[in-house]
């Protein structure tokens, strides 16, 4: 978890982003690591964010330089954590940016069929604050833009 905060330091992370890039769902494991780094001392609140304190960044350290610093970086950073067509779907809306893809082109796009999979893999970036949905179009989510 600690690893994962500092890939995004200092912007900080969502408990969903923060659950995704530690790969572990929601539930006993998480809960149990959140706390413990908390009452460590290690990660804090900040709103709707988490974020390393000093201490959490001094137990990390050199991680922090790797941290995306471009918009590609962070697409690549983020398609690297999905399965592979849900990355395709994120880069196929970034590339769209400021404009939004509409469900029909990334249906076609990705060669899914509307319903399950491709209700699925729209929640994933849905969840992670990627992107926005809103009448039947996709939109990146101005985070993605360093």
């Keep these: 978890m600690?690893?994962?905060?500092?890939?995004r330091h200092p912007a900080g992370l969502t408990e969903s982003q923060l659950r995704t890039l530690s790969r572990l769902s929601k539930g006993g494991t998480y809960?149990?690591?959140f706390s413990k780094l908390k009452s460590a001392d290690l990660i804090a609140r900040d709103g709707d964010l988490v974020r390393l304190t000093q201490a959490g960044l001094d137990a990390v350290g050199h991680e922090v330089q790797n941290a995306p610093k471009t918009t590609e970086e962070l697409v690549r950073f983020w398609e690297e954590r999905f399965p592979a067509k849900v990355g395709f779907m994120l880069?196929?809306?970034?590339a769209a940016y400021p404009k939004g893809v509409a469900d029909e082109e990334l249906l076609r796009l990705t060669e899914l069929s509307e319903g399950g999979t491709y209700r699925t893999y729209l929640s994933h970036l849905r969840r992670n604050g990627l992107v926005v949905t809103k009448h039947g179009e996709v939109k990146a989510s101005e985070s993605l833009f360093v």
Excluded: D
């Design 2 to 7: 600690l690893a994962a905060l500092a890939s």
């Design 31 to 33: 809960t149990t690591y």
């Design 91 to 94: 880069r196929q809306i970034v």
